[in-house]
């Protein structure tokens, strides 16, 4: 499920808190930030942030949980109150920097795009290294288990299921 409401401040996305608790998912990507630059403090960006952190707990104590540090500009001060709130709720912090650093990695190089709200964003190359950073987050996924549950489990309606011939091959793979 992709709570994908596009754009936004982490204050906009508490409304969504209920539908994070009420998905009770065992993997969550937290990826927000980015449209955060007015309040960035503790009340305006930290406590918000932990409590979209605190929802995917409620729907599920042993849910793994991602969360990216912020992408485009340096932004040391959201990414320090992001891995404090992951410190807090158990979860991954993973850090975007050196993708960041890589100009390679933004729509710019792509050459597909010409508006600067755009072009700030990653590119197909950036977008590869971010899923590339996820995949390596989770080395402890046994992947059997994963196969397994996915071949015995039935579907969501709304969510896409995957089934692999030899899950202990796989790998990610842009």
């Known amino acids: 499920?992709?709570?994908?409401?596009?754009?936004?401040?982490?204050?906009?996305?508490?409304?969504?808190?209920?539908?994070?608790?009420?998905?009770?998912?065992?993997?969550?990507?937290?990826?927000?930030?980015?449209?955060?630059n007015q309040d960035v403090t503790e009340n305006g960006f930290q406590k918000p942030y932990e409590e979209i952190l605190q929802a995917i707990r409620d729907g599920n104590q042993k849910a793994r949980i991602l969360c990216t540090g912020v992408w485009g500009s340096a932004s040391p001060e959201k990414d320090s109150m992001i891995r404090a709130a992951c410190q807090k709720y158990d979860?991954?912090?993973?850090?975007?920097?050196?993708?960041?650093?890589?100009?390679?990695?933004?729509?710019?190089?792509?050459k597909l795009f010409t508006n600067p709200g755009v072009l700030w964003h990653p590119g197909n190359r950036g977008m590869a290294a971010y899923a590339d950073l996820l995949w390596n987050a989770l080395p402890d996924l046994s992947l059997a288990s994963v196969a397994s549950t996915s071949q015995t489990s039935s579907q969501t309606p709304g969510m896409l299921q995957e089934t692999w011939a030899n899950p202990t091959t796989l790998t990610w793979n842009p």
């Open 1 to 36: 499920w992709i709570a994908g409401e596009g754009g936004g401040k982490v204050t906009d996305k508490l409304a969504l808190a209920p539908r994070f608790t009420s998905f009770h998912a065992d993997l969550a990507v937290v990826q927000l930030g980015e449209n955060d």
């Open 91 to 110: 979860a991954s912090f993973v850090d975007l920097g050196t993708i960041n650093a890589d100009p390679n990695n933004r729509a710019t190089a792509d």
